[in-house]
C-alpha cells in the first residue's frame, strides 16, 4: 500500500513559487503525527526542510525561513509546502514524511530552480 504521494514540484525561475502536496491516504493516526517535509539535492545528504507538529507548530531550516510554509490538511490527511523566492540552491528532490522519518518514502517530487 503505497502511504506518501508527493506532487506539486517542477522547473521554476529563481525567484519563483510552488506549492507541493504530500496526500498521505494510508497513514493510520495522521492528526497526531507530526510530518515533516525533506529534501535531496543531487550528491547531497536528504536533509529535513520543515516540519509541522499535530497541534500546528511549525519549524524550519534556517536557510528556507520566511520562504517556505508549512501546512496541513487533516482531514484530506495532506500536508503541504509553499515555497516562494526560491533559489537554485533550492534545487532537489522533495519528500514528505513522518518528523522521525519512518514512514515508507514516497517517489519525491522534483524541484528544478533556474538562474
Known amino acids: 500500500q503505497v502511504h506518501l504521494v508527493e506532487s506539486g514540484g517542477g522547473l521554476v525561475q529563481a525567484g519563483g513559487s510552488l506549492r507541493l502536496s504530500c496526500a498521505a491516504p494510508?497513514?493510520?493516526?495522521?492528526?497526531?503525527?507530526?510530518m515533516a517535509w525533506y529534501r535531496q539535492a543531487p550528491g547531497k545528504q536528504r536533509e529535513l526542510v520543515a516540519h509541522i507538529t499535530n497541534d500546528l507548530n511549525t519549524d524550519y531550516i534556517e536557510s528556507v525561513k520566511g520562504r517556505f510554509t508549512i501546512s496541513r490538511d487533516n482531514a484530506q490527511k495532506t500536508v503541504y509546502l509553499r515555497m516562494i523566492s526560491l533559489k537554485p540552491e533550492d534545487t532537489a528532490v522533495y519528500y514528505c514524511n513522518s518528523r522521525d522519518g519512518r514512514l515508507e518514502w514516497g517517489q519525491g517530487t522534483q524541484v528544478t530552480v533556474s538562474s
Open positions: 494510508g497513514i493510520t493516526f495522521f492528526t497526531f503525527k507530526s
